[in-house]
């Protein structure tokens, strides 16, 4: 086996925690020790959420690995009643954002962290101008700020560059401005009045991944209540996250063009995505699928006229996507334009620990899909495709080549369609249980953790967003790049700034 | 680039019909959440809507169900819910208006004149031939900001109205804000707003513009204090624009309406 983790150690059988799958519900691990778990925060598998709890005396602290090689998740949970964290982030970088989000969640003081500054700045009054951050000093440095408006249809951020003349030395992404409350407000159990609008509000954290992100959600609460989907539903939802993977790709592409003044490409990929967006609406109703998962099944009717023109209308729009992805293949400026820019090599994505698209364009084979299927994509599989430059070209590279085979994917789902019920009903939730459910949206891996008390009632959410892990990409993307190239760096990572403020 | 220039002649133009008579329809989606209709032979008051929104958007007002367009997501669950199925959304997609109390909508006993949804005759007359408009997402989830960005694309191709999307403030005419205006984003909207010449324009776009839609309160059912729950709370707007998130066609008609290009 090779070695996971940036460091070279393989996972040990005697490390802390319950193995477990994707979306399979464990009950609550014990307490394990707490320098075995940090022991395991510095050199287990791939890091997929690590956060803590207040209690009412110390805090409790909880930890998800991914193993992508073998499939399988592992959870820890432990306890510390010190006030304090000593930072693992100069061995382990991948943590630098959770450790200060424990920080500003739990109150529990980072110790020896690089930038020990709050994640979203919930409790702080300052302005944007005044947020602590990393400075460079020198007679030539100048600090260039950016934001919390800037740009045209951009979300909210607040960017500092530290620039020699025109070149950047350092990118610090300081966010916050879209807190809405989320992941308290999903705290809710399905069935109620509450819980019917924690669903809403999960399909509302990143507004244009809702698929990725109800599915999760969904899903979470599915295996809590140990309730199998139907075949019929499984289907449905891969093929919608699919067609939202190929509008998002498609709305991505035509940024990028917009932002090298490519101008055909421009229209016709706005053009394409709209195609994929309106054959979503043909079974929501609504370009982007509100409403479609529900605990335990689908709830718009899919009748067979619906999915063949479902079917034909993506064909089509197919066709039409060959020729312009054509364009962007076979012209050489815009390739010239767009190749080493904004470089995150291999080693560097995963000291990171960036997921979805952004890894697989920097040769990380990371994608949940694959590595951990549930649903439909246990049956019919999609391949993992990764391309090794790391750069923007890569990263539109990669949605060429996930374009192919999403169609590829839909064309078989619709073809072998599952008969049979949309819905397999709802049970009560397990109690003192936890789980673990991730999807693959089109930015990456979107990880929703659900946790109940004794008396079967969620007690606990965790929401990660790729753009948690892909942010720090982008800063890196950044490094030694000229200041222009910002816009187009940050087109082709398309982050949520709503799925990381929450 | 002769290829692109054939391939582009080849696709020919694509930018929608409407407004042109008889394509009203052409672009919504089949099964497109408008303006919800009662069937008054069905409706017997039961309340199993009211019950089941959940946005408390359905009140009873004077013996009838009344429902605030301003809060309402377009979910469909009312629908879902009705015993007598009298509940059914329409294809009616003049939805925006100019004030929040024209958004409330009582479907059994509707207002004989409908509002008058032009912008007075001084603005207007500046504005119905260019209209310069700086979208500010101020906690927005990502989809209306997608939405509306698709107005400046070929297709819906709002600068045949003399209608674009500029990037700074200060060459700007309407703000189109979107998202609940989040505590952190609060002062960020106001110098925006600040930095626009006079006279100006605030488009609140989407629910949770509008009243904060889902996030207006907390999961516990107290006012949600990370966000201001809509820009009327901060400034004057001009135009609602309902939808969760609107269709562009919504957004668009809105605009047109605004300006007097359409009734």
């Known amino acids: 086996m090779r070695p996971i983790s940036g460091l070279g150690v393989t996972c040990k059988m005697s490390a802390p925690g319950i193995f477990t799958h994707n979306a399979v519900a464990i009950p609550l691990p014990e307490y394990s020790p707490l320098e075995q778990f940090r022991e395991a925060l510095a050199t287990g598998p791939r890091i997929c959420a690590f956060y803590g709890r207040r209690l009412l005396q110390g805090c409790e602290l909880y930890a998800v690995w991914a193993d992508d090689e073998q499939g399988n998740l592992r959870i820890a949970r432990s306890f510390t009643e010190k006030e304090t964290w000593p930072s693992l982030t100069s061995v382990r970088p991948e943590l630098h954002l959770f450790e200060r989000e424990l920080q500003e969640q739990t109150g529990l003081k980072l110790e020896g962290h690089p930038r020990p500054w709050p994640v979203r700045y919930l409790q702080s009054d300052l302005s944007p101008a005044e947020r602590p951050h990393y400075q460079i000093d020198g007679e030539l440095v100048s600090e260039v700020l950016l934001g919390p408006v800037y740009g045209e249809s951009t979300p909210p951020g607040l960017f500092r560059f530290q620039c020699a003349g025109e070149e950047t030395l350092h990118l610090e992404a300081s966010l916050g401005f879209n807190h809405r409350h989320c992941e308290a407000d999903l705290v809710q159990t399905p069935g109620t009045m509450q819980g019917r609008l924690a669903l809403k509000k999960a399909e509302l954290v990143a507004g244009d991944s809702s698929v990725a992100h109800s599915g999760a959600y969904c899903q979470a609460l599915e295996g809590l209540m140990a309730v199998q989907l139907t075949p019929r539903a499984q289907a449905i939802r891969a093929v919608m996250l699919e067609l939202e993977r190929l509008a998002n790709h498609l709305g991505d592409l035509e940024f990028m063009a917009r932002a090298i003044s490519f101008g055909p490409a421009v229209t016709c990929c706005a053009r394409l995505r709209n195609d994929y967006l309106k054959t979503t609406a043909r079974l929501c109703g609504n370009h982007f699928a509100r409403g479609l998962n529900w605990p335990g099944g689908i709830s718009y009717e899919a009748d067979p006229g619906c999915l063949s023109e479902i079917r034909d209308r993506v064909l089509k729009a197919a066709e039409q996507t060959e020729i312009a992805i054509r364009w962007f293949d076979s012209i050489t400026w815009v390739q010239n334009r767009l190749e080493g820019i904004g470089i995150v090599t291999e080693d560097e994505a995963r000291q990171l620990g960036l997921v979805g698209l952004s890894a697989r364009a920097s040769g990380l084979q990371r994608d949940v899909r694959c590595n951990h299927p549930l649903g439909y994509y246990q049956i019919l599989q999609i391949p993992i495709e990764s391309v090794s430059g790391g750069d923007v070209w890569a990263r539109a590279l990669m949605r060429i080549m996930e374009y192919k085979h999403s169609v590829q994917f839909i064309q078989t789902a619709l073809e072998n369609m599952p008969q049979g019920p949309m819905h397999a009903g709802t049970r009560a939730l397990k109690p003192s249980a936890m789980v673990v459910s991730m999807t693959e949206g089109f930015r990456g891996e979107t990880v929703y953790i659900l946790q109940t008390d004794p008396s079967g009632r969620i007690s606990h959410c965790k929401i990660v967003d790729p753009t948690f892990h892909n942010c720090a990409g982008l800063e890196m993307a950044m490094r030694n790049e000229a200041i222009s190239e910002f816009p187009l760096c940050l087109r082709s990572f398309n982050l949520s700034f709503s799925g990381y403020d929450l | ?263």
């Open chain 2, 1 to 263: 680039m002769l290829r692109i220039l054939y391939e582009r002649i080849k696709a020919g133009s694509r930018t929608v019909k409407w407004p042109k008579e008889g394509y009203e329809e052409a672009e919504l989606p089949e099964r497109f959440r408008g303006l919800p209709q009662i069937e008054a032979s069905r409706c017997d008051n039961c309340g199993a809507c009211s019950k089941a929104c959940p946005q408390g958007a359905w009140l009873l007002q004077n013996g009838h169900y009344q429902l605030d367009l301003g809060c309402c997501i377009f979910c469909g669950d009312c629908a879902l819910v009705c015993p007598t199925s009298a509940i059914s959304y329409s294809k009616q997609y003049k939805l925006a208006q100019r004030t929040r109390q024209d958004l409330l909508y009582t479907p059994l006993a509707p207002r004989k004149d409908p509002p008058d949804r032009r912008l007075d005759e001084i603005r207007r007359k500046l504005f119905d031939r260019s209209l310069k408009i700086r979208p500010v997402s101020a906690g927005g989830c990502g989809a209306c900001e997608a939405e509306a960005h698709m107005l400046s694309t070929a297709l819906w191709d709002m600068s045949r109205f003399g209608m674009s999307f500029v990037a700074s403030p200060r060459h700007a005419d309407a703000l189109l804000v979107t998202g609940p205006v989040t505590a952190q984003m609060r002062e960020a909207l106001l110098q925006t707003y600040a930095a626009m010449p006079e006279p100006k324009l605030v488009i609140a776009c989407g629910v949770c513009a509008i009243s904060g839609g889902p996030f207006a309160f907390t999961s516990s059912g107290s006012l949600n204090e990370k966000v201001c729950g809509g820009v009327d709370a901060l400034l004057p707007v001009d135009l609602y624009v309902p939808g969760c998130p609107p269709h562009p066609q919504v957004l668009l008609d809105g605009l047109l309406a605004l300006l007097g290009r359409i009734p």
